[in-house]
């Protein structure tokens, strides 16, 4: 099972808004509404910021949104702010054989 | 609060043997799979593997079947990974993470485990 696909990088400046791709094929991301997405910032643990393609868990900014079509899921940031800059990675399920794959992971840096 | 509290870093020689473990609380620990994730030094996220503590149902990336065992006390309330031999090529820092609802909400702090000679 391959990684997904992403940016390595993307950056915006404060106020702005940002997307971050995440390409997987007809056997993940295309086939589950399963995909989330985790922020970490250097040093740390990641978090879970999007679950099940657009859902945010409890204390998660509203700035903080998803969506998919077809193989490739998408995470926007907007309004952009410092506390954003950070690595992102998004995560599919991709059925009982592999459960589930990690994207390549997308550095965020704000301008 | 529900928190996954993993053991601390360790240090080994190739061809040694290793168990980590990770510890939840907060929550009922047999009702949510646990999950594990490497990631290498500089590196991204890899999915390892994940068990559901209410009855140690176990499944594997492809990627480590054969090369780590994941495992679980419920009466603990804790899961493990394990190494019958280590290899340079191990030293990375682990993660576990609780599962729900396709996703994985509460992740550990880490344990950095290092292989060198």
């Known amino acids: 099972q391959s990684a997904l696909t992403q940016p390595a990088s993307v950056s915006g400046s404060p106020g702005q808004s940002i997307t971050i791709s995440c390409t997987g094929t007809?056997?993940?991301?295309?086939?589950?509404?399963?995909v989330s997405w985790y922020q970490q910032h250097p040093g740390k643990a990641p978090k879970l910021m999007i679950y099940e393609v657009s859902k945010r868990p409890s204390g998660v900014s509203n700035r903080f949104s998803g969506s998919k079509s077809g193989n490739t899921a998408s995470l926007t940031i907007s309004g952009l702010q410092a506390e954003d800059e950070a690595d992102y990675y998004c995560?599919?399920?991709?059925?009982?054989?592999?459960?589930?794959?990690f994207g390549t992971g997308t550095k965020v840096t704000v301008l | 609060e529900v928190q996954l509290v993993q053991s601390g870093a360790e240090v080994k020689k190739p061809g040694e043997s290793l168990k980590i473990s990770c510890k939840g609380s907060?929550?009922?620990?047999?009702?949510?799979?646990i999950g594990w994730v490497r990631q290498m030094p500089g590196k991204g996220l890899e999915w390892m593997g994940i068990i559901y503590p209410g009855d140690s149902d176990t499944r594997y990336s492809p990627s480590f079947q054969g090369q780590v065992t994941i495992s679980a006390d419920k009466s603990i309330s804790t899961a493990y990974l394990q190494w019958s031999s280590l290899k340079a090529s191990d030293t990375a820092m682990y993660y576990c993470v609780r599962h729900s609802t396709g996703a994985f909400d509460i992740w550990g702090q880490g344990t950095m485990v290092t292989v060198s000679s």
């Open positions: 995560c599919s399920y991709a059925g009982s054989s592999s459960d589930y794959v």
């Open positions: 907060g929550y009922s620990f047999t009702s949510y799979w």
């Open positions: 007809s056997s993940d991301v295309g086939s589950y509404n399963l």
